[in-house]
């Protein structure tokens, strides 16, 4: 097995806790509501159009209104209390995250996130400027899974993909990363994450 010489974080849920139900359950209180909304409005693949890159909000929220004018407030709500689903980080994996970097391991950051709101995640945690680098993926117009976002993450930072460790949320996320060759395992908490980087021979 190849040594380990570089670390890859995953961010939303894994260092940081992201949940849109959060912000619509206070809005929608009616459970039926919120799902209907929440599964044909403001969808996770809307969202994650949004964390591609090159739509702005404007036209994002103009998008859904078109389609449902009487949900304008909702959807104008998601942006604009986007930090309501971010209510904090995970200190555990936060704490694993900083002493790895102490320690000197060569740490970076893949995400898929939205420029914009990324810009806000920064300045409420400011551990996320610790790492030597971070692949936004509105920066580069690609997304997890595709192999194109791990492939530029690897040439960007000089990564050898064997010897590097990658952790998120998302078994598609983790899928891709295997097929771009790196050793990747699906995120479960930050105990079996110790785990996984002590089956790595990293010691945290």
Known sequence: ???????????????????????????????????????????GAWNLEQDRG???????????IADFPDEEPLIRA???RWNEMVPHAYDDVVAIFNGL???????????NFNDDTF?????????????????VSADVRL?????????????????????????DDSAANVAGAKAAGWNAVLFEGADRLKTDLGGFGIRV
């Open 1 to 43: 097995m190849t040594e380990i010489r570089h670390i890859v974080f995953d961010i939303g849920r894994v260092l940081l806790h992201w949940d849109p139900e959060l912000l619509y359950r206070r809005l929608i209180p009616d459970d039926d509501r919120r799902r209907w909304f929440m599964e044909t409005v403001c969808t």
């Open 54 to 64: 090159g739509r702005s909000w404007t036209d994002a929220e103009a998008e859904l």
């Open 78 to 80: 998601y942006r604009a």
């Open 101 to 111: 970097i102490d320690n000197g391991v060569d740490v970076t950051m893949l995400t």
């Open 119 to 135: 810009a806000e995640a920064l300045e409420r945690f400011p551990f996320l400027k610790r790492p030597r680098g971070v692949t």
């Open 143 to 167: 997304l997890k899974p595709e192999q194109a976002i791990y492939d530029y993450h690897a040439a960007a930072f000089g990564l050898d993909p064997a010897a590097t460790f990658f952790t």
